[in-house]
């Protein structure tokens, strides 16, 4: 009862701190780190330090490595090396170098322990930097791919800092030879698995998808992490390197991301417990009492690393503007960093007044990093004011591009959208000028021959360069409200009577962008749902025409332009919706010498289009008309009325 008492607690403060914490749209990492802190022994001791939820966070930092060797790649590490072990290399070792310095010249500690300190600080949050940029849209500009280089370099300086740290912990005389022995012992088991498994894995998982069960297929994914995290255990290395090995070796089959879907959830879930764990260790009362230490501490960390960033980004010929985007995106603590600290301090390297000030500090730097991330644009091009060279060749490119168009049209964003509206464009003859901040997009669309030039389409200088004045509209394909609102100013602004078409990834911003000016806003998610349910109903045998008759008509009650095209849209549905059908009148029934009008229901939805007498043919025929036997009826309307009709003239 105790245990499952526990295992309720965390679970219940789980998930009411995830829930808070994605209300405020905040990495959940952050809610079990304070959710660790509430019930842990030095806050409200609701949960005793238990060796069984130990074992389960360990676990989770394995299941963490796994994941990380699965998106290991080769390829992806030779197309981005000079990044990576440049500018990732060189952020490492410099933070490494001025912890150590740090520490022994200003708090007179050993080597050994400002190294392992170095290690976890140099560490930045994966989790939190991804997401945040995957966000804003901003993975791929000159920033983004420089701050995701170094965390790559940091997730694979973890193994050889895992390593090393057991053999400082030593405190042998012979420390060289001791940490040689320990790289030799790491090399010749991670040789001998790689070379044995880069055999077998490919050929084991084959032989277990022929069996057909996802049950199997997810206990040998399982099995693999445990194992081969045991086997590094055995041979005296730790056991987040064996799950870094497994999660590489399956990289390099096809059965990759299928691997990485099935574990997410365990991942998931037993790192949130490592994190619980963690912030369980956190002493908030020593804490307060250090509140100058914790404070100094966590500025050396953030203005320390930024400054070592910035400093790197600098000597690469960086603009101001990305080189402190990409400092600011990458001071900040990391899930590694507390993996580190955490074996620092059981290998008795890092004193237990010190791991409680780096905790603190590695923990605020991750509640401060979403909003230093955010603000990190404009301080960025606040401090690059004066940079104007860079900003000068971007508008003369841009006015060189589109200075023979006119009466064309300005692409805000030249991705798959983008590149669809141009497309249409192009086929109608109408001139476009794109405007797009990648420049691997740019460098293909350019061979390909098109009008696409690099620029910030959400500076105004930029846009009139673009001809907005001589523009005869401006489409915007961003997923960025920012950027599109910025857009959206500038260009009501120069031209309130210039037609702006917006993309938008839902409906719910439709109305806030519609009152900056949008003349239209399409919706992605409405669009894909009106596809879906039209193909849906096709492949439920409804008829193309009727399934496609209903897109039209909900697209005839969404965009007001358009409503012109589909005015008659309903009446054809309805028509669509009917249903024709042919009724003799037979001879001597008593039908023959009625009027048509008199053997028709009143407000009957049914219509006779024709009547056949021989060989004359009555169109639309009226309502006195005297039936005959063998008359022939073509009726039109609903089925289920058609059905009723033929039923009452049959009986007279």
């Not at 912990?169 to 070379?195: D, E, H, R």
């Not at 009723?644 to 009986?651: D, G, I, M, T």
Request: hydrophobic content about 50%; some cysteine; charged content about 20%.
């Amino acid at each position: 009862m105790e245990s499952l008492r526990g295992a309720l607690i965390l679970l219940s403060v789980g998930v009411l701190f995830v829930t808070f914490t994605l209300r405020l749209r905040l990495p959940p990492l952050l809610a079990y780190l304070a959710a660790g802190i509430l019930v842990g022994p030095h806050g409200l001791a609701l949960i005793p330090e238990n060796h069984q939820i130990d074992v389960l966070a360990e676990l989770g930092v394995v299941f963490l490595m796994f994941s990380i060797g699965l998106e290991f790649s080769l390829g992806k590490l030779k197309a981005m090396h000079r990044l990576v072990f440049g500018l990732g290399g060189g952020q490492v070792i410099l933070t490494l170098v001025g912890t150590v310095a740090v520490a022994r010249f200003f708090y007179h500690q050993g080597w050994r322990e400002g190294v392992a300190v170095g290690a976890a600080v140099a560490m930045s949050s994966t989790a939190i930097v991804s997401k945040l940029l995957s966000e804003r849209l901003e993975l791929h500009s000159d920033a983004g791919r420089q701050t995701m280089a170094v965390l790559l370099f940091q997730d694979l300086a973890v193994v050889p800092l895992l390593i090393t740290l057991p053999a400082l912990a030593t405190k042998t005389s012979g420390l060289i030879a001791s940490l040689s022995l320990a790289m030799l012992q790491a090399g010749l088991v991670l040789v001998a698995m790689i070379f044995l498994g880069q055999k077998l894995m490919h050929r084991w998982f084959d032989a277990v998808v022929r069996q057909r069960s996802p049950e199997l297929f997810m206990l040998n994914v399982l099995w693999i992490v445990v194992g081969l995290s045991f086997l590094t255990a055995a041979a005296g290395l730790s056991l987040a390197l064996g799950a870094f090995v497994g999660g590489m070796l399956i990289s390099e089959t096809m059965y990759r991301h299928q691997v990485e879907a099935d574990i997410r959830p365990f991942r998931d879930v037993l790192l949130g417990l490592f994190f619980i764990t963690l912030g369980m260790q956190l002493d908030l009362a020593f804490v307060a009492q250090s509140i100058g230490s914790v404070v100094i501490a966590l500025a050396l960390l953030i203005l320390g690393k930024g400054g070592v960033v910035l400093l790197l980004c600098a000597t690469m010929r960086n603009s101001t503007d990305t080189a402190v985007r990409t400092a600011i995106q990458l001071a900040q603590g990391g899930e590694f960093g507390f993996v580190l600290l955490t074996l620092g301090l059981d290998l008795h390297l890092v004193p237990g007044d010190v791991f409680q000030v780096t905790t603190a500090a590695l923990l605020l730097s991750m509640f401060l990093a979403p909003f230093l991330i955010a603000r990190a644009g404009r301080l960025g091009k606040r401090l690059s004011a004066k940079d104007f060279a860079q900003r000068a060749k971007m508008v003369q490119d841009v006015a060189a591009r589109a200075m023979d168009v006119e009466n064309h049209v300005i692409v805000c964003g030249f991705g798959r959208s983008g590149q669809t509206i141009a497309r249409f464009l192009e086929a109608e003859d109408i001139p476009f000028i794109a405007l797009d901040v990648d420049p691997v997009c740019i460098e293909q669309a350019q061979k390909a021959g098109e009008r696409v030039v690099f620029g910030n389409a959400d500076r105004l200088e930029v846009l009139m360069a673009a001809g907005l004045q001589r523009a005869r509209a401006v489409v915007i394909t961003y997923n960025d409200l920012s950027a599109t609102e910025k857009v959206l100013f500038h260009t009501r602004d120069a031209r309130p009577d210039m037609p702006v078409v917006v993309r938008s990834a839902d409906d719910s911003h439709i109305d806030h962008l519609k009152s900056l000016g949008a003349t239209e806003v399409i919706p992605e998610v409405l669009e894909g749902g009106l596809m879906m349910a039209a193909q849906t109903l096709a492949e439920l045998g409804v008829p193309v025409e009727r399934a496609v008759g209903q897109v039209r008509a909900a697209r005839a009650e969404r965009y007001g332009k358009l409503k012109s095209y589909y005015r008659g849209e309903k009446d054809r549905m309805k028509r669509l919706a009917e249903e024709k059908s042919v009724f003799v009148v037979e001879a001597g029934s008593a039908t023959v010498g009625r009027a048509l009008g008199e053997v028709m229901p009143a407000g009957s939805p049914v219509r006779v289009e024709r009547v056949k007498r021989g060989e004359v043919r009555i169109d639309n025929p009226a309502a006195d008309l005297a039936l005959e036997g063998g008359d022939v009826l073509l009726l039109s309307g609903p089925p289920e009325a058609l059905l009723r009709l033929e039923k009452q003239l049959a009986a007279g």
